[in-house]
């Protein structure tokens, strides 16, 4: 049985004093929580997060890690500096880096390959435009995004990998995938996986929905056979919200 995991993605927000009050209000909203909880954060809150979680049921992730040990990337974050200072998960792919920062399919793998040789369990999001969806290509760009990302990974690997579809026209326009719409690519995106490595590893796969994911429509999506979670923008920056979608 795959265990639900529901994961915040803070994007660009919060300073650290706005985290402290944030998780502090969190922990005791989803402290009986039946599914796994992360937050993502950006880099400057996570050793904050990292204490201010301590002890609790809330894991903290990154929101994205160099494919490099070290060296000269200005701006970068390497898998070692992110470990050290207690992060567990790491956003790798988000469409916003692959829209606005230049991320490709060869680097998300790159990225994801470094997660996991460190230790650092990458959740890796893949998903469609609203044109490209129009015109009837949802499932060649989430297969060419899944076998360009996972190129060289292994089955054993996957078993700490997340994987997230979030269809880009759904993402910060409260305008969510149906659940039929969502169920129905993330049961494709599990049969590209199970082309790749085999029914029962992908049986074993973790894949969350996410785009507009809030307290409302949780629960009909979490429904769904082959939604295993999901990615939270907005609503996981208010801890009533988003503890509501933890418990679906
Ligand atoms: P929203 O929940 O704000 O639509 O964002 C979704 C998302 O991008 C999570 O990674």
Redesign the pocket.
């Known amino acids: 049985m795959r265990k639900p995991i529901i ?1 915040g ?1 803070w ?1 660009m927000n919060k300073t650290n004093a706005e985290a402290e009050k944030l998780i502090g209000e969190l922990k005791p909203l989803v402290a009986d929580a039946k599914c796994e909880v992360v937050i ?1 954060v950006p880099y400057t809150c996570i050793a904050t997060a990292v204490k201010a979680t301590a002890g609790s049921n809330i894991a903290v992730g990154a929101e994205n890690v160099a494919w490099a040990d070290a060296g000269a990337f200005t701006g970068e974050i390497s898998a070692e500096m992110l470990k050290e200072i207690g992060t567990e998960y790491v ?1 790798i792919g ?3 880096r692959r829209q606005m920062f230049g991320e490709t399919d060869e680097t998300v793998n790159k990225r994801t390959v470094q997660a996991l040789k460190n230790g650092l369990k990458p959740i890796v ?1 893949v998903g469609e435009t609203l044109a490209e969806r129009e015109s009837g290509k949802t499932e060649t760009v989430v297969k060419t995004q899944v076998k360009g990302g996972f190129d060289g990974i292994s089955a054993a690997d996957l078993k700490n990998v997340v994987v ?1 579809y ?1 269809p880009v026209w ?5 305008k ?1 995938a149906t659940s039929e719409q969502a169920e129905e690519t993330i049961k494709y995106i599990r049969s590209v996986f199970a082309d790749l490595y085999g029914k029962s590893v992908a049986d074993e796969l973790r894949i969350q929905y ?5 307290p409302k429509n949780a629960s009909e999506l979490m429904a769904q056979p082959d939604i295993d979670g999901g ?6 920056l208010k801890a009533e919200d988003f503890a509501k979608v933890v418990k679906y």
Do not use: R, V
């Open positions: 994961a993605n994007k993502c956003i988000h469409s916003e999001c997230a979030e759904a993402i910060g326009t409260g969510t996410g785009g507009s994911m809030n990615l939270i923008g907005g609503a996981s």
